[in-house]
């Protein structure tokens, strides 16, 4: 168990100190270095960081409320399983075509949108399934430990990988939408506990990897396909030296 908080913390550690200094538009003159608490890749990873480091601090017996005293206190109440969370996890993305079937404008056109969510699925399965094999925790409802990888839940990751992806669409037309979106991955995660399929630590780590997969691919989302550029030449002297600036606009 040391080795799985070690290779996590240090992940998140990497992640987050990272920092890229900007430049303008000439290249000429580089602007003041932000604060790191005011940078895209801190504001990206803080939420999914603090999701995941409770989760990782309830493994088994550990925290103030661990996930064993969340099973006790969910298996007193009378709930018949059901296996809705199977399709639910894929709520949000048919909440996010029928909003463009209404013709409510998201942020990034058809094609951007796919591009982004394919790189938010490439990234999530990236880490949560290598995951599931290194912690090799076993399920609530275990029958055969051999085959069990509980630890994070898939299904609570894609689900608020999902409702990510629709906040981030339509954050600028209303933040409902995106209230919408993570009420049903949050009922996700609920029904996966419910179901005794997954541990409190399960969950939350889950919703954390989807997020983080969905604020890391916009991140780095710099070019827009299928948009059209402008291109500008400019003449240029410096230091005695002639030359030409290419200036594209998008």
Same mark, same amino acid.
């Given at each position: 168990? !040391?080795?799985?908080?070690?290779f996590?913390?240090?992940? $998140?550690? @990497?992640? &987050?100190?990272?920092?890229?200094?900007?430049? *303008? %538009?000439?290249?000429?003159?580089?602007?003041?270095?932000?604060?790191?608490?005011?940078?895209?890749?801190?504001?990206?990873?803080?939420?999914?960081?603090?999701?995941?480091?409770?989760?990782?601090s309830?493994?088994?017996?550990?925290?103030?409320?661990?996930?064993?005293d969340?099973?006790?206190?969910?298996?007193?109440?009378?709930?018949?399983?059901?296996?809705?969370?199977?399709?639910?996890?894929?709520?949000?993305?048919?909440?996010?075509?029928?909003?463009?079937?209404?013709?409510?404008?998201?942020?990034?056109?058809?094609?951007?949108?796919?591009?982004?969510?394919? !790189?938010?699925?490439?990234?999530?399965?990236?880490?949560? $399934?290598? @995951?599931? &094999?290194?912690?090799?925790?076993?399920?609530? *409802? %275990?029958?055969?430990?051999?085959?069990?990888?509980?630890?994070?839940?898939?299904?609570?990751?894609?689900?608020?990988?999902?409702?990510?992806?629709?906040?981030?669409?339509?954050?600028?037309?209303?933040?409902?939408?995106?209230?919408?979106?993570?009420?049903?991955?949050?009922?996700?995660?609920?029904?996966?506990?419910?179901?005794?399929?997954?541990?409190?630590?399960?969950?939350?780590?889950?919703?954390?990897?989807?997020?983080?997969?969905?604020?890391?691919?916009?991140?780095?989302?710099?070019?827009?396909?299928?948009?059209?550029?402008?291109?500008?030449?400019?003449?240029?002297?410096?230091?005695?030296?002639?030359?030409?600036? $290419?200036?594209?606009?998008?």
């Amino acid at each position: 168990m !040391k080795r799985i908080y070690f290779f996590l913390t240090f992940s $998140f550690f @990497l992640v &987050t100190t990272v920092n890229a200094q900007q430049a *303008d %538009s000439l290249g000429y003159h580089k602007k003041e270095r932000k604060k790191f608490y005011k940078t895209g890749l801190f504001k990206a990873v803080i939420v999914p960081s603090v999701l995941i480091g409770y989760g990782v601090s309830t493994i088994h017996g550990n925290g103030f409320y661990s996930s064993y005293d969340a099973y006790r206190d969910i298996h007193k109440i009378n709930f018949k399983a059901t296996h809705i969370d199977d399709y639910l996890q894929y709520a949000p993305y048919a909440e996010l075509a029928l909003l463009n079937v209404f013709q409510i404008k998201c942020k990034n056109d058809f094609i951007n949108t796919a591009l982004l969510i394919v !790189k938010s699925e490439i990234l999530m399965n990236a880490i949560v $399934f290598p @995951l599931k &094999t290194l912690t090799h925790i076993t399920r609530p *409802d %275990s029958v055969n430990p051999a085959r069990d990888r509980s630890f994070p839940s898939g299904h609570t990751a894609n689900a608020f990988l999902a409702a990510s992806i629709v906040h981030k669409e339509y954050k600028h037309k209303s933040i409902w939408y995106g209230v919408g979106a993570y009420t049903i991955a949050v009922s996700v995660g609920a029904l996966r506990m419910l179901n005794n399929r997954h541990w409190e630590a399960d969950v939350f780590a889950g919703a954390g990897f989807g997020m983080l997969s969905v604020h890391l691919a916009y991140l780095t989302h710099r070019y827009k396909w299928g948009r059209k550029c402008d291109i500008t030449l400019l003449p240029t002297y410096r230091n005695g030296n002639m030359g030409l600036c $290419f200036l594209k606009k998008f």
